[in-house]
């Protein structure tokens, strides 16, 4: 806190922000000590393309707090760090199948990326979300199990412990109803890097597809945004307020904290279900019903929130 002070590392407000005083931004380098503190303690756990493309996507992300990068310069730094640790997952397959899966999880990962981006201007929301999502695994790669009953894991449980304490550590600064700092570019997409490794990891290792509702909440709402925009074909990568949790606070004035509970109690709860209710090795049919009943439920909601929200606006 006081460096950035000292270097004068503020997110000033503009007609997008959400906030309306100079606030402290780029916290999200106690994320990178982290990783590299346990990289010290649990060397040659993490593959070594992960790495590096974590290192260099924080690298450029602080650069883009610090100063104003292109954004066609950030997005080819994300498409390049997706690429490279895609590159190391293995997909249990080859050829034209691997090629298809290997562009799918890029362009998907892009999207995970910018969309955790935008989440860092609601006070709360991407710390409860991280947080949710973190423990969540956590407690997923502690009790799964093969059809046999042995123990699967996918990913070193002190990897994630060790990336749970700073987003809390980070969360003391940011749920409140005023922010004392924001996480920034740095914070944001390092820890969607990692969640999109951990979720890549689960889905490959376990086969269940159905873990993708674990951020589904904010993935619909992130989606849905994306597509109204791409139809007025408008740049989805400049900051707007057009995602519903924005329009709650800006037109609803709902506050901040509010706002984000309600995104993380929807979202435990979709987790608790998930975790607790399907079967070990569900079918292939079973998974796609569960996302697809899920996938209309929120797009329901969202459609129902947006209409109720414009309503008012009108």
């Given at each position: ?133 973190l423990a969540s695994m956590l407690y997923l790669n502690e009790t799964l ?141 079973t998974q796609l019903s569960v996302l697809f009943m899920t996938a209309i ?18």
């Amino acid at each position: 806190m006081k460096l950035a002070h000292k270097y004068g590392l503020h997110d000033h407000p503009n007609g997008r922000s959400s906030h309306r005083q100079p606030t402290v931004t780029g916290m999200g380098i106690i994320l990178v000590l982290a990783f590299i503190v346990y990289l010290f303690w649990h060397p040659f756990q993490m593959p070594s393309l992960f790495i590096l493309g974590f290192f260099m996507l924080t690298m450029v992300s602080f650069l883009d707090d610090l100063f104003f990068l292109k954004h066609s310069l950030r997005l080819a730094f994300q498409i390049i760090s997706v690429a490279m640790m895609v590159w190391q997952l293995n997909f249990q397959s080859d050829g034209f199948e691997a090629i298809a899966l290997g562009i799918a999880a890029i362009v998907f990962g892009v999207g995970v990326l910018n969309a955790y981006n935008f989440m860092d201007g609601i006070n709360g929301m991407l710390t409860l979300h991280c947080l949710l999502v973190l423990a969540s695994m956590l407690y997923l790669n502690e009790t799964l199990v093969d059809l046999e009953g042995h123990r699967i894991s996918f990913t070193d449980s002190h990897f994630l412990l060790g990336i749970m304490v700073p987003m809390a550590i980070f969360g003391f600064f940011n749920i409140r109803n005023r922010a004392l700092a924001f996480i920034g570019d740095v914070g944001s997409i390092g820890i969607a890097f990692i969640i999109l490794f951990l979720m890549y990891n689960l889905l490959i290792t376990t086969g269940n597809y159905t873990y993708l509702l674990l951020f589904s909440v904010f993935g619909a709402d992130a989606g849905l945004t994306v597509i109204y925009k791409l139809i007025l074909r408008e740049n989805i990568f400049v900051p707007h307020r057009d995602f519903l949790f924005k329009k709650l606070v800006h037109l609803k004035k709902i506050p901040h904290l509010i706002v984000s509970v309600m995104y993380f109690s929807v979202q435990m709860i979709i987790n608790l279900i998930v975790i607790f209710s399907m079967p070990k090795a569900p079918k292939l049919s079973t998974q796609l019903s569960v996302l697809f009943m899920t996938a209309i439920s929120l797009i329901a909601l969202y459609i129902y929130v947006q209409t109720t929200t414009a309503k008012r606006r009108a």
